[in-house]
Protein backbone atom coordinates (compact mmCIF):
# COMPACT_ATOMS: atom_id res chain seq x y z
CA UNK A 1 0.00 0.00 0.00
CA UNK A 2 1.52 3.33 -0.53
CA UNK A 3 -0.73 4.93 2.47
CA UNK A 4 1.73 6.30 4.55
CA UNK A 5 0.02 4.70 7.84
CA UNK A 6 -1.10 1.74 8.43
CA UNK A 7 -4.89 1.48 9.96
CA UNK A 8 -5.12 -0.71 12.56
CA UNK A 9 -7.89 -1.00 14.96
CA UNK A 10 -7.11 0.54 18.67
CA UNK A 11 -10.30 -0.64 20.29
CA UNK A 12 -13.88 -2.57 20.30
CA UNK A 13 -16.36 -2.18 22.56
CA UNK A 14 -19.85 -3.80 22.93
CA UNK A 15 -22.25 -1.10 21.22
CA UNK A 16 -26.56 -1.40 22.44
CA UNK A 17 -28.50 -0.83 18.79
CA UNK A 18 -29.74 2.23 21.01
CA UNK A 19 -26.76 4.41 20.58
CA UNK A 20 -25.82 2.62 17.17
CA UNK A 21 -26.48 4.71 13.70
CA UNK A 22 -25.66 2.22 11.29
CA UNK A 23 -26.62 -1.36 12.52
CA UNK A 24 -29.27 -2.65 14.78
CA UNK A 25 -29.28 -6.21 16.66
CA UNK A 26 -33.29 -8.09 16.80
CA UNK A 27 -34.86 -10.48 17.80
CA UNK A 28 -37.72 -11.61 15.56
CA UNK A 29 -40.07 -14.51 16.75
CA UNK A 30 -41.47 -16.23 14.22
CA UNK A 31 -43.85 -19.38 13.42
CA UNK A 32 -41.73 -21.79 11.22
CA UNK A 33 -43.57 -24.14 8.50
CA UNK A 34 -44.64 -26.51 11.52
CA UNK A 35 -46.76 -23.82 13.50
CA UNK A 36 -44.02 -24.11 15.90
CA UNK A 37 -42.69 -20.50 17.41
CA UNK A 38 -39.18 -20.19 17.10
CA UNK A 39 -36.73 -17.05 17.67
CA UNK A 40 -34.52 -15.85 15.33
CA UNK A 41 -31.25 -12.93 15.95
CA UNK A 42 -31.04 -10.35 12.96
CA UNK A 43 -27.81 -7.92 12.38
CA UNK A 44 -29.87 -4.90 10.13
CA UNK A 45 -28.75 -1.60 8.91
CA UNK A 46 -30.93 1.25 10.07
CA UNK A 47 -30.60 3.33 7.15
CA UNK A 48 -32.44 1.19 4.60
CA UNK A 49 -34.11 3.68 2.48
CA UNK A 50 -37.58 4.46 0.30
CA UNK A 51 -36.13 1.30 -1.92
CA UNK A 52 -35.84 -1.00 0.39
CA UNK A 53 -32.40 -2.18 -1.44
CA UNK A 54 -29.44 -0.75 1.07
CA UNK A 55 -26.67 -1.28 -1.39
CA UNK A 56 -25.40 -1.53 -5.01
CA UNK A 57 -21.93 -2.89 -6.80
CA UNK A 58 -20.48 -2.12 -9.75
CA UNK A 59 -19.63 -5.14 -11.49
CA UNK A 60 -17.78 -3.67 -14.39
CA UNK A 61 -16.03 -3.82 -17.51
CA UNK A 62 -13.15 -1.47 -18.88
CA UNK A 63 -12.63 -1.46 -22.59
CA UNK A 64 -9.16 0.15 -23.76
CA UNK A 65 -8.51 0.42 -27.26
CA UNK A 66 -5.18 -1.30 -26.90
CA UNK A 67 -5.03 -2.88 -23.67
CA UNK A 68 -6.54 -5.96 -22.67
CA UNK A 69 -10.47 -5.59 -21.17
CA UNK A 70 -10.69 -5.35 -17.44
CA UNK A 71 -12.07 -4.19 -14.31
CA UNK A 72 -11.55 -1.45 -11.58
CA UNK A 73 -11.35 -3.38 -8.01
CA UNK A 74 -11.10 -1.44 -5.34
CA UNK A 75 -8.41 -1.96 -2.27
CA UNK A 76 -9.53 0.02 1.87
CA UNK A 77 -9.19 -0.85 5.13
CA UNK A 78 -12.40 -1.87 6.38
CA UNK A 79 -12.60 -2.31 10.44
CA UNK A 80 -15.41 -5.02 10.07
CA UNK A 81 -12.84 -7.37 9.15
CA UNK A 82 -9.56 -5.70 10.35
CA UNK A 83 -8.14 -5.83 7.00
CA UNK A 84 -7.59 -4.01 3.46
CA UNK A 85 -10.32 -6.06 0.99
CA UNK A 86 -10.31 -6.27 -2.90
CA UNK A 87 -14.07 -5.68 -3.78
CA UNK A 88 -15.73 -4.46 -6.51
CA UNK A 89 -16.25 -0.33 -6.18
CA UNK A 90 -19.95 -0.25 -4.34
CA UNK A 91 -21.73 1.92 -1.91
CA UNK A 92 -25.23 2.57 -0.47
CA UNK A 93 -28.26 3.36 -2.16
CA UNK A 94 -29.38 7.33 -1.36
CA UNK A 95 -32.67 8.06 -0.59
CA UNK A 96 -34.72 8.98 -3.88
CA UNK A 97 -31.69 7.53 -5.80
CA UNK A 98 -32.44 4.63 -7.92
CA UNK A 99 -29.35 1.60 -8.19
CA UNK A 100 -28.60 2.82 -11.37
CA UNK A 101 -27.92 6.34 -10.35
CA UNK A 102 -26.09 4.60 -7.34
CA UNK A 103 -24.13 2.50 -9.52
CA UNK A 104 -23.06 5.28 -11.81
CA UNK A 105 -22.47 8.17 -8.72
CA UNK A 106 -20.72 5.92 -6.83
CA UNK A 107 -18.48 4.13 -9.83
CA UNK A 108 -17.53 7.91 -10.58
CA UNK A 109 -16.62 8.78 -6.74
CA UNK A 110 -14.51 5.64 -6.19
CA UNK A 111 -12.47 5.28 -9.33
CA UNK A 112 -13.22 8.43 -11.56
CA UNK A 113 -14.69 6.41 -14.16
CA UNK A 114 -17.78 7.30 -15.76
CA UNK A 115 -19.81 4.63 -16.96
CA UNK A 116 -22.99 3.13 -18.39
CA UNK A 117 -25.29 0.63 -16.48
CA UNK A 118 -26.01 -2.03 -18.94
CA UNK A 119 -28.02 -4.64 -16.50
CA UNK A 120 -29.71 -4.59 -12.75
CA UNK A 121 -29.88 -7.71 -10.85
CA UNK A 122 -33.05 -8.26 -8.29
CA UNK A 123 -32.27 -7.18 -4.99
CA UNK A 124 -30.20 -9.86 -3.42
CA UNK A 125 -29.04 -11.17 0.32
CA UNK A 126 -25.86 -10.64 1.22
CA UNK A 127 -26.10 -13.21 4.65
CA UNK A 128 -29.72 -14.07 4.87
CA UNK A 129 -29.31 -16.49 7.97
CA UNK A 130 -27.66 -13.78 9.89
CA UNK A 131 -28.87 -10.04 8.29
CA UNK A 132 -31.29 -8.28 6.30
CA UNK A 133 -28.95 -6.46 4.36
CA UNK A 134 -29.38 -6.32 0.40
CA UNK A 135 -27.75 -4.85 -3.14
CA UNK A 136 -27.90 -5.09 -6.21
CA UNK A 137 -25.37 -5.84 -8.97
CA UNK A 138 -25.13 -3.22 -11.67
CA UNK A 139 -23.01 -4.50 -14.25
CA UNK A 140 -21.21 -1.24 -15.66
CA UNK A 141 -19.50 -0.60 -19.21
CA UNK A 142 -16.38 1.76 -19.12
CA UNK A 143 -15.09 2.73 -22.64
CA UNK A 144 -11.58 4.38 -22.46
CA UNK A 145 -9.79 6.35 -25.57
CA UNK A 146 -6.18 5.68 -26.09
CA UNK A 147 -4.17 7.92 -24.33
CA UNK A 148 -6.65 9.38 -21.95
CA UNK A 149 -5.32 9.77 -18.79
CA UNK A 150 -6.21 8.09 -15.51
CA UNK A 151 -9.29 9.95 -14.10
CA UNK A 152 -9.11 11.04 -10.76
CA UNK A 153 -11.36 9.76 -7.46
CA UNK A 154 -13.73 12.00 -6.46
CA UNK A 155 -13.42 10.79 -2.89
CA UNK A 156 -15.32 11.99 0.96
CA UNK A 157 -13.34 13.34 3.58
CA UNK A 158 -11.98 10.03 5.50
CA UNK A 159 -12.41 7.46 2.35
CA UNK A 160 -8.91 6.18 1.56
CA UNK A 161 -9.46 3.91 -1.58
CA UNK A 162 -6.89 2.35 -3.89
CA UNK A 163 -8.00 1.13 -7.34
CA UNK A 164 -6.27 -1.56 -9.07
CA UNK A 165 -6.90 -2.55 -12.54
CA UNK A 166 -7.00 -6.51 -13.50
CA UNK A 167 -7.62 -7.81 -16.82
CA UNK A 168 -10.64 -9.67 -16.93
CA UNK A 169 -8.66 -12.89 -18.32
CA UNK A 170 -6.50 -13.29 -14.69
CA UNK A 171 -8.78 -11.85 -12.38
CA UNK A 172 -9.79 -15.57 -10.76
CA UNK A 173 -6.13 -16.19 -10.06
CA UNK A 174 -5.30 -12.26 -8.75
CA UNK A 175 -7.79 -12.50 -6.21
CA UNK A 176 -6.65 -15.82 -5.26
CA UNK A 177 -3.12 -13.87 -4.83
CA UNK A 178 -4.65 -11.48 -3.11
CA UNK A 179 -5.91 -13.82 -0.48
CA UNK A 180 -2.91 -15.55 0.09
CA UNK A 181 -0.86 -11.82 0.25
CA UNK A 182 -3.32 -11.25 3.49
CA UNK A 183 -6.16 -9.53 1.69
CA UNK A 184 -9.84 -10.41 2.26
CA UNK A 185 -11.61 -11.02 -1.22
CA UNK A 186 -15.09 -10.05 -0.92
CA UNK A 187 -17.10 -12.91 -1.05
CA UNK A 188 -19.98 -11.82 -3.66
CA UNK A 189 -16.69 -10.54 -6.35
CA UNK A 190 -15.29 -14.15 -5.01
CA UNK A 191 -18.04 -15.78 -6.65
CA UNK A 192 -18.56 -13.78 -9.76
CA UNK A 193 -14.91 -14.58 -10.77
CA UNK A 194 -15.18 -18.32 -9.66
CA UNK A 195 -18.22 -18.42 -12.22
CA UNK A 196 -16.44 -17.06 -14.92
CA UNK A 197 -13.82 -19.54 -14.35
CA UNK A 198 -15.97 -22.61 -13.80
CA UNK A 199 -18.03 -22.10 -17.03
CA UNK A 200 -14.20 -21.39 -18.68
CA UNK A 201 -12.92 -24.56 -17.68
CA UNK A 202 -16.05 -26.63 -18.33
CA UNK A 203 -18.08 -25.50 -20.76
CA UNK A 204 -19.98 -28.79 -21.34
CA UNK A 205 -21.92 -28.25 -18.43
CA UNK A 206 -23.56 -25.32 -19.36
CA UNK A 207 -24.50 -25.80 -22.64
CA UNK A 208 -28.05 -25.81 -23.18
CA UNK A 209 -30.04 -28.93 -24.76
CA UNK B 1 -44.51 -24.50 -1.17
CA UNK B 2 -45.55 -27.77 0.02
CA UNK B 3 -45.60 -26.85 3.65
CA UNK B 4 -49.07 -26.63 5.06
CA UNK B 5 -48.03 -23.40 6.98
CA UNK B 6 -46.34 -20.19 5.72
CA UNK B 7 -43.79 -18.78 8.12
CA UNK B 8 -44.07 -15.88 9.65
CA UNK B 9 -42.64 -13.25 11.69
CA UNK B 10 -45.06 -12.43 15.16
CA UNK B 11 -42.31 -9.77 16.48
CA UNK B 12 -39.34 -7.88 15.76
CA UNK B 13 -37.73 -6.14 19.12
CA UNK B 14 -34.39 -4.88 19.81
CA UNK B 15 -31.72 -7.45 20.91
CA UNK B 16 -29.03 -6.04 23.33
CA UNK B 17 -26.08 -7.98 22.45
CA UNK B 18 -25.52 -9.48 25.91
CA UNK B 19 -28.64 -11.61 25.50
CA UNK B 20 -27.86 -12.56 22.22
CA UNK B 21 -26.54 -16.02 21.77
CA UNK B 22 -25.67 -15.78 17.99
CA UNK B 23 -24.77 -12.28 16.81
CA UNK B 24 -23.15 -9.18 18.77
CA UNK B 25 -23.12 -5.19 18.06
CA UNK B 26 -19.30 -3.51 18.37
CA UNK B 27 -18.11 -0.26 17.94
CA UNK B 28 -14.36 -0.46 16.42
CA UNK B 29 -12.35 2.87 16.90
CA UNK B 30 -9.29 2.57 14.60
CA UNK B 31 -6.64 4.86 12.91
CA UNK B 32 -7.33 5.19 9.37
CA UNK B 33 -4.60 5.61 6.38
CA UNK B 34 -4.29 9.56 7.15
CA UNK B 35 -3.65 9.25 10.73
CA UNK B 36 -6.91 10.00 12.12
CA UNK B 37 -8.87 8.59 15.00
CA UNK B 38 -12.48 7.40 13.29
CA UNK B 39 -15.48 4.62 14.34
CA UNK B 40 -17.07 2.06 12.46
CA UNK B 41 -19.78 -0.22 13.82
CA UNK B 42 -19.82 -4.06 13.07
CA UNK B 43 -22.32 -6.93 13.23
CA UNK B 44 -20.37 -9.77 14.35
CA UNK B 45 -21.23 -13.82 15.04
CA UNK B 46 -20.30 -14.81 18.63
CA UNK B 47 -19.95 -18.58 17.42
CA UNK B 48 -16.94 -17.96 15.02
CA UNK B 49 -14.98 -21.62 15.68
CA UNK B 50 -11.13 -21.98 15.89
CA UNK B 51 -10.42 -21.57 12.75
CA UNK B 52 -11.74 -18.46 12.37
CA UNK B 53 -14.31 -19.26 9.56
CA UNK B 54 -17.55 -18.84 9.89
CA UNK B 55 -19.32 -21.05 7.51
CA UNK B 56 -19.18 -23.23 4.27
CA UNK B 57 -21.07 -22.93 1.71
CA UNK B 58 -21.45 -25.83 -1.15
CA UNK B 59 -21.10 -24.74 -4.86
CA UNK B 60 -22.29 -28.38 -6.21
CA UNK B 61 -22.25 -29.97 -9.55
CA UNK B 62 -25.06 -32.93 -9.60
CA UNK B 63 -23.64 -35.36 -12.61
CA UNK B 64 -26.10 -37.78 -13.75
CA UNK B 65 -26.24 -40.64 -16.60
CA UNK B 66 -29.17 -39.30 -18.63
CA UNK B 67 -30.42 -36.13 -17.10
CA UNK B 68 -28.53 -32.66 -17.50
CA UNK B 69 -25.76 -31.76 -15.21
CA UNK B 70 -27.16 -29.75 -12.58
CA UNK B 71 -26.98 -28.40 -9.24
CA UNK B 72 -29.15 -28.75 -6.09
CA UNK B 73 -30.30 -24.99 -4.35
CA UNK B 74 -32.10 -24.93 -0.84
CA UNK B 75 -34.95 -22.92 -0.06
CA UNK B 76 -36.20 -22.39 3.54
CA UNK B 77 -38.15 -19.55 5.53
CA UNK B 78 -35.20 -16.99 6.60
CA UNK B 79 -36.24 -14.44 9.21
CA UNK B 80 -33.48 -11.43 8.61
CA UNK B 81 -35.30 -11.19 5.11
CA UNK B 82 -38.78 -12.41 5.98
CA UNK B 83 -39.06 -14.77 2.93
CA UNK B 84 -37.75 -17.85 1.66
CA UNK B 85 -34.41 -17.98 0.48
CA UNK B 86 -33.25 -19.56 -3.02
CA UNK B 87 -29.47 -20.44 -1.67
CA UNK B 88 -26.56 -22.91 -1.98
CA UNK B 89 -26.45 -25.67 0.57
CA UNK B 90 -24.56 -24.18 3.48
CA UNK B 91 -23.94 -23.97 7.32
CA UNK B 92 -21.84 -23.20 9.89
CA UNK B 93 -18.90 -24.62 10.62
CA UNK B 94 -18.44 -26.91 13.92
CA UNK B 95 -15.52 -26.39 16.36
CA UNK B 96 -12.80 -28.57 15.45
CA UNK B 97 -13.97 -29.27 11.87
CA UNK B 98 -12.34 -28.10 8.48
CA UNK B 99 -14.26 -26.63 5.51
CA UNK B 100 -14.41 -29.58 3.89
CA UNK B 101 -15.50 -32.16 6.49
CA UNK B 102 -18.37 -29.02 7.18
CA UNK B 103 -19.40 -28.86 3.51
CA UNK B 104 -19.72 -32.68 3.56
CA UNK B 105 -21.86 -32.87 6.40
CA UNK B 106 -23.60 -30.33 6.10
CA UNK B 107 -24.87 -31.00 1.83
CA UNK B 108 -25.25 -34.78 3.32
CA UNK B 109 -27.53 -33.22 5.94
CA UNK B 110 -29.46 -30.71 3.69
CA UNK B 111 -29.94 -32.39 0.64
CA UNK B 112 -28.72 -36.40 1.40
CA UNK B 113 -26.44 -36.01 -1.49
CA UNK B 114 -22.70 -37.17 -1.13
CA UNK B 115 -20.64 -35.60 -2.48
CA UNK B 116 -16.67 -35.20 -2.87
CA UNK B 117 -14.82 -31.90 -2.65
CA UNK B 118 -12.82 -30.28 -5.24
CA UNK B 119 -11.87 -27.30 -4.16
CA UNK B 120 -11.65 -24.98 -1.67
CA UNK B 121 -11.82 -20.99 -1.56
CA UNK B 122 -10.21 -18.90 0.92
CA UNK B 123 -12.16 -17.31 3.43
CA UNK B 124 -13.97 -14.77 1.62
CA UNK B 125 -15.95 -11.92 3.45
CA UNK B 126 -19.73 -11.88 3.26
CA UNK B 127 -20.26 -7.96 3.92
CA UNK B 128 -17.21 -6.42 4.79
CA UNK B 129 -18.09 -2.54 5.14
CA UNK B 130 -20.90 -4.26 7.77
CA UNK B 131 -19.77 -7.59 9.49
CA UNK B 132 -17.14 -9.80 9.92
CA UNK B 133 -18.82 -13.06 8.99
CA UNK B 134 -17.10 -14.65 6.46
CA UNK B 135 -16.98 -18.08 4.59
CA UNK B 136 -15.62 -20.56 2.06
CA UNK B 137 -16.98 -22.10 -0.77
CA UNK B 138 -15.86 -25.45 -1.29
CA UNK B 139 -17.13 -26.63 -5.24
CA UNK B 140 -18.39 -30.28 -4.94
CA UNK B 141 -19.20 -32.98 -6.83
CA UNK B 142 -21.67 -35.57 -6.55
CA UNK B 143 -22.08 -38.75 -9.14
CA UNK B 144 -25.36 -40.37 -9.66
CA UNK B 145 -26.34 -43.07 -11.06
CA UNK B 146 -29.26 -44.08 -13.33
CA UNK B 147 -32.47 -45.12 -11.25
CA UNK B 148 -30.72 -43.99 -7.93
CA UNK B 149 -33.78 -43.07 -5.85
CA UNK B 150 -33.49 -39.56 -4.39
CA UNK B 151 -31.87 -39.43 -1.08
CA UNK B 152 -33.36 -38.71 2.03
CA UNK B 153 -32.07 -35.40 3.64
CA UNK B 154 -31.43 -35.61 7.26
CA UNK B 155 -32.16 -32.10 8.88
CA UNK B 156 -32.69 -31.46 12.49
CA UNK B 157 -35.27 -30.33 14.42
CA UNK B 158 -36.87 -27.35 13.20
CA UNK B 159 -34.57 -27.00 10.13
CA UNK B 160 -37.29 -27.00 7.12
CA UNK B 161 -35.68 -26.79 4.15
CA UNK B 162 -37.06 -27.58 0.26
CA UNK B 163 -34.56 -29.00 -2.46
CA UNK B 164 -34.77 -28.06 -6.03
CA UNK B 165 -32.51 -29.37 -8.84
CA UNK B 166 -31.87 -27.09 -11.22
CA UNK B 167 -29.94 -27.41 -15.22
CA UNK B 168 -26.76 -25.76 -14.95
CA UNK B 169 -27.72 -24.26 -18.52
CA UNK B 170 -30.79 -22.67 -17.02
CA UNK B 171 -29.24 -21.39 -13.69
CA UNK B 172 -28.93 -17.69 -14.14
CA UNK B 173 -32.69 -17.76 -15.81
CA UNK B 174 -34.01 -19.73 -12.57
CA UNK B 175 -32.86 -17.34 -10.30
CA UNK B 176 -34.21 -14.45 -12.44
CA UNK B 177 -37.31 -16.10 -12.43
CA UNK B 178 -37.45 -16.99 -8.51
CA UNK B 179 -36.79 -13.56 -7.94
CA UNK B 180 -39.65 -12.18 -9.79
CA UNK B 181 -41.80 -15.04 -7.94
CA UNK B 182 -40.87 -13.18 -4.25
CA UNK B 183 -38.29 -15.78 -3.49
CA UNK B 184 -35.03 -13.91 -2.09
CA UNK B 185 -32.24 -15.25 -3.68
CA UNK B 186 -28.51 -15.41 -1.85
CA UNK B 187 -26.16 -12.81 -3.61
CA UNK B 188 -23.53 -15.10 -3.68
CA UNK B 189 -25.26 -17.37 -5.54
CA UNK B 190 -26.25 -14.99 -7.82
CA UNK B 191 -22.68 -13.68 -8.32
CA UNK B 192 -21.83 -17.41 -9.58
CA UNK B 193 -24.65 -18.04 -11.60
CA UNK B 194 -23.68 -14.52 -13.24
CA UNK B 195 -20.56 -15.09 -13.92
CA UNK B 196 -20.83 -17.76 -15.93
CA UNK B 197 -23.27 -16.57 -17.63
CA UNK B 198 -21.08 -13.30 -18.59
CA UNK B 199 -18.56 -15.75 -19.56
CA UNK B 200 -20.76 -17.71 -21.90
CA UNK B 201 -22.22 -14.11 -23.01
CA UNK B 202 -18.93 -12.34 -23.88
CA UNK B 203 -16.37 -15.33 -24.18
CA UNK B 204 -13.70 -12.85 -25.63
CA UNK B 205 -13.11 -10.61 -22.41
CA UNK B 206 -11.66 -13.66 -21.05
CA UNK B 207 -9.49 -15.01 -23.74
CA UNK B 208 -5.52 -15.38 -22.23
CA UNK B 209 -3.33 -13.15 -24.48
Known amino acids: MSSPITPKITSLVDLPSSEAKWVKLQKATYI?????????EIASRKTTGKSGVDAVAM???IY???????????????????????????GLIDAHESAEEAAV???????????????TSPAVSA?????????????????LNEGEPEP???LEDGEEIQRVN?????????L????????????????WAAGVRYAIDHPELFKKA
Open 32 to 40: DASGKERVW
Open 59 to 61: GNI
Open 64 to 90: HPSKPPSTVLVIQFRPPVNAFTIEWPA
Open 105 to 119: RELYEETGYRGTVIS
Open 127 to 143: DPGMTSANMKLCMVEVH
Open 152 to 154: EQH
Open 166 to 174: VPLSELYER
Open 176 to 191: EEFAKEGYVVAAKLYH
